[in-house]
């Protein structure tokens, strides 16, 4: 064997310890978590993680702030007897993933602990796979919206004592005030501690900052659930009459055939409900919605908030100068500025190939453009016209929308 693959088979051993610590410390470890610590020149981790990992004879570094700031420490030591240590298990919305992505798993030894969702699972009774597991560390709160269906089991990791309060107020905002609230906290140590209250009368104080919370979900009849179907009722959209309507927007995210962890460009983003039915198809799909009006992008990211499309990012601009440098999209939709000079083309340029794109169009002169692009790059296209019974005197009458002609074509 000579020097060079000597070399490289130094560099491909685990030289980057990571591991999962708990509350009760280095009691808790196995012996080789044990044996990785102890062999370490360097062990890094927040203030809590070295102080529940003492004593240590290595050099201690406590994790820098901004974290991101960390990765470039872990780097600069490629090699060398490394150790991070991490809370619970490190690949469970922990660290772990993002430095697997600086290097390769073969340089690097994990030993996990049971996960803080877990650890509540076991005090509850609760089957893991049943429960919604979100994480709200460093996260919106609203990101538990979709999640909150009736009877639903929801373990939250919460970003400090507050996040039970402020879970409680919005359970009851939603017309949730009767679910039962668990809050775990420091699980697994000297400091654990159960505690439990109606999110209706939610009063518990003084709560550890490493906490978890367990929500029963229970509904009032007039609950404002986000159903798992597109096709939102209007009125959950705060808007200026620029909609899409409910009908349409069923039929328009059928189009766009959505996939996990899909990106979706809404051109024309309005009140940003197809942008905002799109990431509430799947927990990683994401959105950029392009609105040029900076009233309407504003209503369109209350709305996100409003219904936990968290992963919806509203740009203020116009189109076409708006789209350069953006992330090439898996799907585009055009809801309003499709006869723009030059929309059309940057778009279809920046689509990736077997993309999907879908315009909406009312009126004679978009309808002619789309026909053109059909000509053009075939696809389909179809008319869709949709009446609603409304009050007329006192009797009741069908009152047609605007039909509307949409184009849906993919990207060869």
């Known amino acids: 064997m000579n020097s060079e693959q000597e070399s490289s088979m130094a560099k491909n051993r685990p030289w980057l310890t990571i591991i999962g610590i708990g509350e009760d410390g280095r009691a808790g470890l196995s012996p080789a978590a044990r044996a990785g610590l102890d062999q370490a020149e360097l062990v890094i981790g927040g203030a809590r993680h070295l102080d529940l990992a003492a004593p240590l004879a290595a050099q201690t570094l406590t994790w820098p702030s901004p974290f991101v700031d960390g990765y470039a420490i872990v780097l600069a ?21 993002e430095l697997a992505r600086l290097f390769p798993v073969e340089e690097i030894a994990c030993f996990p602990q049971a996960s803080a969702f877990s650890l509540a699972a ?90 978890t919370v367990a929500i029963e979900a229970v509904a009032a009849s007039a609950a404002r659930v986000v159903t798992l179907a597109p096709g939102l009722p209007d009125a959950f959209f705060e808007n200026d009459g620029q909609l899409t309507k409910a009908e349409i927007r069923a039929l328009t995210l059928a189009a766009l055939a959505p996939k996990a962890g899909e990106l979706l460009w809404d051109i024309g983003a309005g009140a940003g409900s197809i942008g905002i039915e799109w990431c509430l198809r799947h927990p990683r799909n994401r959105c950029i919605g392009i609105e040029e009006r900076c009233g309407r992008a504003e209503r369109a990211r209350r709305n996100a908030l409003e219904l936990g499309a968290t992963s919806l990012d509203i740009r203020t601009g116009r189109a076409p100068e708006a789209l350069a440098d953006l992330s090439a999209p898996d799907a585009i939709f055009i809801g309003g500025g499709a006869s723009e000079a030059g929309v059309f083309d940057a778009a279809w340029a920046a689509l990736k190939s077997g993309g999907r794109l879908a315009i909406n169009g ?26 609603r019974l409304e009050p007329v005197g006192g009797m009741h009458g069908w009152r047609a929308a605007m039909p509307v002609t949409q184009w849906v074509v993919a990207k060869p």
């Not at 030591?77 to 619970?88: F, I, N, S």
């Not at 978009?366 to 009446?387: D, F, I, N, P």
């Open 122 to 211: 076991a005090r509850l009774g609760w089957s893991l796979p049943d429960c919604d597991c979100v994480s709200l560390h460093g996260r919106a709160l609203e990101r538990i919206i979709p999640h909150l269906q009736p009877g639903a089991r929801i373990l939250a990791l919460s970003w400090d004592g507050s996040t039970p309060g402020k879970l409680a107020d919005l359970l009851k905002a939603r017309g949730f005030g009767a679910s039962m609230i668990t809050v775990c906290e420091a699980m697994g140590g000297p400091r654990e501690r159960i505690r439990r209250a109606v999110a209706a009368e939610f009063a518990i104080a003084e709560i550890d900052p490493l906490n």
């Open 77 to 97: 030591r490629r090699g060398q007897p490394t150790c991070v240590l991490a809370t619970g298990d490190p690949f469970h919305y922990g660290i772990g993933a």
């Open 362 to 387: 009312v009126t004679l002169e978009t309808e002619m453009l789309l026909g053109a692009l059909y000509a053009q790059h075939g696809g389909t296209m179809r008319r869709l016209a949709v009446s």
